[in-house]
């Protein structure tokens, strides 16, 4: 009898195996959304977000060989989980198998991602920043050639995501739909300065903030101006989430955090309003501006808050981030109690920040961190002046900070020096690229 095993092992490698191909699908999307919610992670540090890179580009490896399998399967994901996760899995495969064109597997994906852009926008922008220029830029000529609004949106930030020139950019500025205008200011070069003023009085609060933070990165000025008008776009917003349940909140959030984080960037140290607007925000919300913000003068804040059970971890972490001090090493910290398992779930319990030590309030108070001596103007971040060469250290890979620390000196970075971006959420090599223009050798 002839041996008939190979050309069966053979025919069987090129028959993708349905199991496996949902399965990369599956995992891709999550090591995605790992990925994405790590910046507001102090538990994850960059050599963990490094494996989930590596996991991600391999399960995406795995998809496209599947070819139309892959293809529809993510698809189908897209369409039953409606997560961005999904939408950037299905967007990625639709790009690489269709090379960027408005290809059948687009059309598919872009139905699905326009029925709930508010949910899935993100991943596809995230997917075309992760997909080669050649075919991101075949998409978005398209995309700008036609008359979607969630399309030209999503053209446009991940235009400003990756930093590309959009042409014509005066005109999506004047674009009738708020979302596209909204976009266009992150996306707005030099060129569109003239253009871009008017937006100050636009009717949307959300145009009116990302003009606001687009004037300042085009003036490259010390934000006072900006902080001025990004302001009055807070206070509205932080009405607006307090007034939404459900999905429509957590939206409402994500864009808070986002002008806040901008916001307590400008703000001078010593502001006098910065402390009214602390007490209006959520605890967790008003921590995260002040570790931001940088300004000593608000540890009394911080420690106050450990008090609260709920965000007492996380304003320990906060006083720690500021000042350098190791809460554990320094014996700062509470024993921890044995846990009731029998007890009902409250805020507390189901709090994520579990793995974080519980602060000692009294102990905390009466260190020295907790009384430093009066600033000379200057940010502080791990219990030193925030300058470019104390940020390069930090994100560093081989310091190995909390990803949640190095997102916070990423962003001050960003806006000392402008040509020192560095995405966290961008694939592994383009990272790689960021930090040696800026000047951090990685290995």
Known sequence: ?????????????????????????????????????????????????SGFQAQLGAHLEGLIVAGEEGVKITQGNLERWRKPGEAFVAMLLALEHGNGEWAPAMTSVMRSIRAHPDVVARGAISALAWTSPDKRAAWMRAALAGDNPVDIA?????????????????????????????AACRATGPGGRGAIGALAQDDSLFVRAECAIAVARLEQSDGRTAAAQLWPCVTDQIAVWTSLTGWPRAQAERRLRRWLKHLAWFTPLGHPGMRALLDRLPRRLALDAILVHGD??????????????????????????????????????LEETEIDLDAPLNAARADGDAGLPLPDVARIAAHGGSSPTPHSG??????????????????????????????????????????????????????????????????
Do not use: C, N
Request: avoid cysteine.
């Open 296 to 333: 000593v003068a608000h540890l009394p804040f911080v420690i106050a808050s450990m008090s609260d059970e709920r965000e007492a971890r996380w304003a320990g972490w906060t006083w720690q981030a500021m000042t350098g001090v190791d809460i554990e090493a320094q014996d700062l910290a």
């Open 1 to 49: 009898m002839p041996d008939t095993s190979s050309s069966v092992t053979l025919a069987l490698a090129d028959v993708p195996i349905t199991a496996i191909v949902r399965r990369h699908a599956d995992d891709a999307a999550f090591y995605w959304s790992q990925i994405d919610g790590a910046a507001s992670s102090v538990l994850l540090r960059a050599d963990a977000v």
């Open 378 to 443: 200057s940010r502080r971040l791990l219990g030193k002046d925030v300058t470019a060469q104390h940020l390069r250290s930090l994100l560093h890979p081989g310091a190995d900070q909390p990803q949640a620390l190095r997102a916070v000196a990423a962003h001050a970075l960003s806006w000392m020096h402008p040509d020192y971006p560095l995405d966290l959420r961008a694939p592994a090599r383009v990272q790689g690229e960021q930090l040696r223009r800026m000047g951090v050798v990685v290995a």
């Open 154 to 182: 999503i053209a446009l930030r991940a235009a400003s995501l990756v930093r590309e020139e959009v042409a014509s950019i005066s005109m999506w500025l004047k674009h009738p739909d708020a979302q596209v205008r909204a």
